[in-house]
């Protein structure tokens, strides 16, 4: 699987962005798809995941930010509302096969990333 994620850029707070993620290969509707992201000199931090009709957010961006996919197009988004300064980062869009939903947050359960889209969130 390769993924392609896109839908980044400058915008002020208070702002929005919707994050898309593109992915190759015909068993996309199979995987655990997550999104992740990594501010400068910071670790890579879960945002949310889709597991089987069930999402998971990170308490951080609970009522902000959104997760969805669409298997036909193998696409899956991020909606992203009300943007802090401090959701300023680059975000990436991750792949599992076998993910559980208790593992969802954590960065080494997924199979496949993204090569990243950077969010800029100015005050």
């Known amino acids: 699987v390769q993924l392609q994620a896109s839908g980044g850029g400058l915008v002020q707070a208070g702002g929005s962005l919707r994050l898309s993620c593109a992915a190759s290969g015909s068993t996309f509707s199979t995987y655990v798809m997550g999104w992740f992201r990594q501010a400068p000199g910071k670790e890579r931090e879960f945002v949310a995941a889709?597991?089987?009709?069930?999402?998971r957010y990170a308490d951080s961006v609970k009522g902000r930010f959104t997760i969805s996919r669409d298997n036909a197009k193998k696409t899956v988004y991020l909606q992203i509302n009300s943007l802090k300064p401090e959701d300023t980062a680059v975000y990436y869009c991750?792949?599992?096969?076998?993910?559980?939903?208790?593992?969802?947050?954590?960065?080494?359960?997924?199979?496949?990333w993204g090569q990243g889209t950077l969010v800029t969130v100015s005050s």
């Open positions: 889709w597991k089987g009709g069930s999402t």
């Open positions: 991750a792949a599992g096969r076998g993910t559980i939903y208790s593992q969802l947050p954590y960065p080494d359960e997924y199979d496949y």
